[in-house]
Structures are given as C-alpha cells and as structure tokens.
C-alpha cells in the first residue's frame, strides 16, 4: 500500500489524457454538427463541457497524487515551474506547459460571456497544441507506455485528431466561402438596364 | 352536464412522470467510467508491479544459487559428473549420492534455466 499514490498518479494521468481526446472528439462533433438533431447541440455542448471539468478534476489528482508520493519525491515547484525537478525534466515540462494550457482552456470557457468570440476561440483552440503536449509528456515521462503498441496507438491517435481538425476546419471554411459569394452580383442583364 | 373524469382530465405538472436530462445521464456515466477506468488501470500497475517484483526476486535468487553452485564445481575434482547433470539435471539428482559437486552443478542449472525465462519475458 506504500505504492498507492503511485499507482493513483499514473491511473490517473493516464485517465487524463484520454478525457483530453475525448473532449477534443466532442467538441469536434459539436462544431461540425456532423450528428445532426439527435443528439441535440445542447445534450453535446454539456457533455462537453462536464468532459472539460472532469478532465481538469483528473488531472488535479493526477499532480496531487503525485505531490504526496515518495518515489518521485516532487515538490509544489517541481510540480509548477518546468524544468526544476530532477525527475526527467524535460518530459514533466511537457505536462506542466499541458497543465496551463488546461487551466487557460478551462478558465476562458467559464467566462466566454465576459470575453469576445474571437478571443475564446482563440485560446480554445489550443486545445490540439494541449493533446501534443499531454501526448509528448505521457510518452517521454509516462513508465507505462514503453510497449510499441500502445505508443504506436497513442502516436497514430495524434494524428488522427491533428488530420481531423484540419479537414474540419477546411470544411467550414469551404462552407462559408459561399456566403461571402452570395452578395447579389450585377447580372449582365442588370447591367444594361434591363428588368 | 357530465363530470369530467379522470381520464379526460388533462395532466398536470405534479403528475406528470418527471424525466431525467439525458446530459445528466450521460454526465454521471462519463464520470463512473473514469473512475473504474483509473481503479481497473491502479490495479493492473499494482498487480504488474508485484509480478515483476516476484520476478526480479526469483532471478536474483537465482543468480546466488549460481553463484555458489559454480563455485561448488570448481572445487569439486569430478568434470564428468557435472556435464552429465547439465543436459539431465533429473540424473543428476539420482545421483546426488555419487558426490557433492553433482548435486550442486543440477542445482546451477536449474537456476540458469529460471534466469533465462525471466529475462524473456
């Protein structure tokens, strides 16, 4: 049982991580309403923002847990400031900068209504840079992704997201291309006088 | 002039069958499956860590047993009797009561062959 917050810390990070994909996929899903009515946008928008909470709750305990641990013996600035700690330093920077980019997503989505659209959209979408972040810091740090498959499923899972919100946002961007066409265009006819 | 019945009556909100939200439905599941999936995962590191650790003790007792057998044959005087029980240790054993050198070059075998297991897998 001397172990337990050890093994909490990695449940948990990992946990974390697939919270992150999953409310990415959510969001995506959301924005593109590639689903139609059913499930209606307010039943997808909830559950994307409680996937939201609940991965900021996870990786609370995931940096908690890891705080009262002995094996890694970190301390609330090796926890915070990258670089400091002695334990893979490198590949926890690449979580701490994941966990502020968490925290920054989290916090301009509870006050979207005080800030402009384009500012929140802006911060949200760091949410991609906030998966390869997470993924680079489980990959590097994480003890339990040593096996090829796994790696290769988070690896190949990477790039399915990145190569999705492309294509989404390709999409949207064709989608809108017409409407900024649709301004009335003098017909030949009009031209002349005509009608 | 009829009384309306109760079937006729339109439903009012105190009876009407409340419905929970789907969202909130959805929520709590996401939630227990994050929790079970954390719990399922701590379990098989711990179960993992354990097995590995048996591992690591069993290879390390081994590797003393080995240590001393060799050690055991080279002072014994006999070579043949300790190639014969490094095909068959089970012959070896049979013959323990030859010298003690035998039975402490089946025991170096045997030991061998758990080492070799281990670091397979």
Known sequence: ?195 | MDEPTADRMPPTRRHRPRRKPRAARARRAAAALSVAATLTLGGVFAWRDGQSATTTTATAAAKRTSTTATTTTTGATGATGATTSTTTPSTSTSDSSASSGTTSSASSSTSATAHTTTSGS
């Open chain 1, 1 to 195: 049982m001397d172990k337990l917050t050890w093994y909490v810390a990695r449940a948990s990070g990992i946990v974390a991580w697939a919270l992150i994909l999953t409310t990415i996929v959510w969001g995506l899903l959301l924005a593109t309403k590639v689903l139609g009515r059913r499930p209606s946008p307010a039943w997808l928008l909830s559950l994307h923002r409680f996937l939201g909470a609940l991965t900021v709750a996870f990786v609370g305990v995931h940096v908690g847990a890891i705080l009262l641990d002995n094996y890694t013996s970190f301390g609330i600035t090796d926890v915070l400031v990258p670089f400091t700690g002695s334990w893979h330093p490198v590949a926890v920077a690449w979580g701490i900068v994941g966990m502020y980019l968490l925290v920054a997503i989290e916090i301009t989505s509870l006050l979207r209504h005080r800030m402009s659209n384009r500012a929140w959209h802006a911060v949200h979408l760091l949410s991609y840079f906030l998966f390869a972040t997470t993924t680079v810091h489980m990959l590097t740090a994480g003890t339990d992704v040593k096996a090829l498959v796994a790696s290769s499923v988070s690896v190949l899972l990477g790039v399915a997201v990145t190569f999705g919100s492309v294509a989404v946002y390709l999409w949207r961007a064709e989608r809108r291309q017409p409407r900024r066409l649709s301004t009335p265009v003098p017909t030949p006819r009009a031209r002349a006088g005509v009608g």
